[in-house]
């Protein structure tokens, strides 16, 4: 067989790897991932019903940011871990819980008062706020985002996708040196 026609076929059966493996990536097939879909759009759907906010995507945040436009931006993750490490440019960091936060407990707020998160939202209750945590599936923006609503904020969006669906789309990120 010629060195072209090997290529060739190497190619075609890298490829056909490829596919496979997407298809069946962690041994789970497009029907059980899905379901697995499915069930993290209801409960996203779930969390912003129940918190009264909008969503907003990563793309239109960045078009936002782009356009100077005055807003505060929320990063609900840990500082060390996380925020000092890497965040959407501007962002400025408050420490929620994974699990839903009914009630202010300062030992999930890394021992921060209602008062402290009011504070950094800042007076203007018409202010457009975004806030965001890691990925899809964290809740810690859900819960920033419902309580700057309990607070009186008018203007409050989530961008679900977090620091992950930023850094995916190819966005700068700061870090704190």
Same mark, same amino acid.
């Given at each position: 067989?010629?060195? +072209?026609?090997?290529?060739?076929?190497?190619?075609?059966?890298?490829?056909?790897?490829?596919f496979s493996t997407q298809a069946f990536a962690f041994g789970k097939n497009k029907f059980e991932q899905? !379901?697995?879909?499915?069930?993290?759009?209801?409960?996203?759907?779930?969390? !912003?019903?129940?918190?009264?906010?909008?969503?907003? +995507?990563?793309?239109?945040?960045?078009?936002?940011?782009? +356009?100077?436009?005055?807003?505060?931006?929320?990063?609900?993750?840990? %500082?060390? +871990?996380?925020?000092?490490?890497?965040?959407?440019?501007?962002?400025?960091?408050?420490?929620?819980?994974?699990?839903?936060?009914?009630?202010?407990?300062?030992?999930?707020?890394?021992?921060?008062?209602?008062?402290?998160?009011?504070?950094?939202?800042?007076?203007?209750?018409?202010?457009?706020?975004?806030?965001?945590?890691?990925?899809?599936?964290?809740?810690?923006?859900?819960?920033?985002?419902?309580?700057?609503?309990?607070?009186?904020?008018?203007?409050?969006?989530?961008?679900?996708?977090?620091?992950?669906?930023?850094?995916?789309?190819? %966005?700068?990120?700061?870090?704190?040196?």
């Amino acid at each position: 067989m010629s060195k +072209s026609k090997t290529l060739i076929v190497l190619s075609l059966v890298v490829m056909l790897m490829a596919f496979s493996t997407q298809a069946f990536a962690f041994g789970k097939n497009k029907f059980e991932q899905e !379901v697995e879909t499915e069930t993290a759009a209801i409960k996203l759907v779930r969390e !912003v019903q129940r918190g009264g906010y909008d969503v907003i +995507s990563t793309e239109e945040l960045k078009k936002m940011i782009d +356009s100077g436009k005055d807003m505060l931006i929320v990063d609900t993750m840990p %500082y060390d +871990s996380s925020y000092k490490k890497e965040h959407i440019p501007g962002a400025k960091q408050f420490l929620f819980p994974i699990p839903d936060m009914a009630q202010w407990d300062t030992k999930e707020t890394d021992g921060k008062t209602m008062e402290d998160y009011a504070a950094l939202l800042g007076p203007d209750k018409d202010k457009t706020i975004v806030v965001y945590c890691g990925f899809v599936k964290c809740t810690r923006s859900h819960n920033g985002a419902e309580w700057a609503k309990k607070l009186g904020y008018k203007n409050v969006l989530r961008q679900p996708g977090g620091i992950f669906a930023w850094k995916g789309a190819g %966005y700068p990120v700061e870090s704190v040196k």
